[in-house]
């Protein structure tokens, strides 16, 4: 498939000089991301923001050079935000290979990232990107794509090969009115598998309150408990790993960072099963407009046989019912904890495009040796 994008009105790439750029686009900017779908906090100035204080890279290895670009149309109106980076690897020595790549290549926080648009308006920013790039290709080596709405070939023009990389899926439950309509959708052992751990709790004479932190003042103890948990899930070698995402000082910085002020504006949600005046379970939750996107969780492996997690989810969704949400995101990743609530999927693809300067073919074997060892660490990080 290819696409054919109709430009009724000229768009107009601009650069950015620098951070200091966003202060007079924040209005425009928050109002764009409110249209975007499926919304998430990633496509946000302050998650962008904090990403660049907090994550930009400064050592022997890599150099992260702000390289953000806007998307005008002709009447200005802002169409879309590029959070670009042209990162330098290795940054000493020669020959340095120039990637231009978004914002988010940390390990898995920044779930989603590309190009900040509606998707009406998707693909006719890219091509006006990729013009605009192939037109400075002295500029950069390697242009990592994410985010894309179709398979890179759709995206080729002459001149202009988009190389398919990896697909990402994102999973959204579409919100009927009551949970026991919710519940009526999934599949019979799914529903068995919900019954069942509020029964075991029941059985051993146990029982849990929800707690939903919000108020900023309130915030900061529920972020260390959150972190607590979310370490002490990680450390269990008899189940599946799921790393200590927030281990790395500056992940830990960065997520403080944006939960405390994302409390102040009112759209922080940490939901907290509690037993016996204990918290054993948490999960972090965003309120963007009338979605709820859950972010990461934590729980006390001791309580795993009561299947913790699956409660605190399932209260989640009913909390999200009662407020009167329309969405849930379930957020990225195929495991089968979100398939089996039979969500819509959304999938995202990522490609490579090759500078068609000479530089730029000679250095792509070293991106290609480069991505290898990538996908070895992240194996390794798993």
């Known amino acids: 498939m290819h ?32 249209q ?14 904090l990403w660049w204080r907090h994550i930009r890279r400064q050592n022997p290895l890599f150099r992260d050079e702000f390289f953000c670009h806007i998307v005008r149309d002709a009447d200005g109106r802002l169409v879309a935000i590029a959070p670009l980076m042209r990162t330098y690897c290795p940054r000493l020595g020669l020959p340095r290979m120039r990637m231009v790549q978004f914002f988010g290549t940390d390990p898995s926080i920044t779930e989603l990232r590309g190009v900040i648009c509606q998707p009406k308006d998707q693909d006719k920013v890219i091509k006006a990107l990729t013009e605009h790039f192939l037109r400075h290709r ?5 242009f990592r794509w994410n ?8 995206y080729n023009s002459p001149g202009c090969e988009f190389i398919a990389r990896h697909d990402l899926s994102d999973y959204i439950i579409e919100l009927p009115g009551r949970w026991d309509e919710l519940r009526a959708r999934v599949s019979a052992n799914m529903r068995k598998n919900l019954r069942k751990p509020y029964e075991f709790l029941e059985r051993d004479g146990r029982s849990f309150s929800l707690r939903i932190v919000e108020r900023p003042d309130d915030v900061q103890a529920a972020i260390d408990r959150f972190l607590s948990l979310h370490a002490a899930r990680s450390k269990v070698a008899d189940m599946i790993n799921h790393p200590n995402k927030f281990g790395d000082s500056r992940n830990r910085a960065f997520l403080v ?10 759209h922080l949600r940490i939901f907290e099963l509690e037993i016996n005046g204990v918290v054993i379970a948490s999960r972090l939750a965003f309120l963007l407009g009338s979605d709820l996107y859950l972010y990461f969780a934590g729980y006390d492996p001791s309580w795993r046989k009561y299947s913790v997690m699956t409660i605190l989810v399932c209260e989640m969704i009913k909390w999200a019912i009662a407020h009167g949400l329309q969405r849930v995101n379930l957020s990225t990743g195929n495991d089968q904890s979100k398939l ?3 969500p819509v999927e959304v ?18 074997p070293a991106f290609r040796a480069y991505e290898g060892l990538s996908q070895i660490r992240a194996e390794f990080g798993r």
């Open 36 to 49: 975007i779908f499926p919304r998430s906090p990633f496509t946000s100035p302050l998650w962008i923001e």
């Open 340 to 342: 089996r609530w039979k």
């Open 257 to 266: 960072d944006y939960l405390r002020q994302t409390a102040e504006r009112g």
């Open 3 to 34: 696409i054919n994008v109709e430009i009724v009105k000229t768009l107009n790439v601009e650069r950015l000089s620098g951070p200091e750029a966003w202060v007079d686009l924040t209005a425009e900017w928050e109002a764009l991301d409110e």
């Open 147 to 154: 985010g894309l709405r179709h398979n890179a070939s759709a």
């Open 347 to 364: 999938i995202f693809h990522d490609a490579v495009q090759v500078s068609p300067s000479r530089r730029g073919r000679l250095l792509f």
């Open 138 to 142: 002295g500029e950069w080596d390697v």
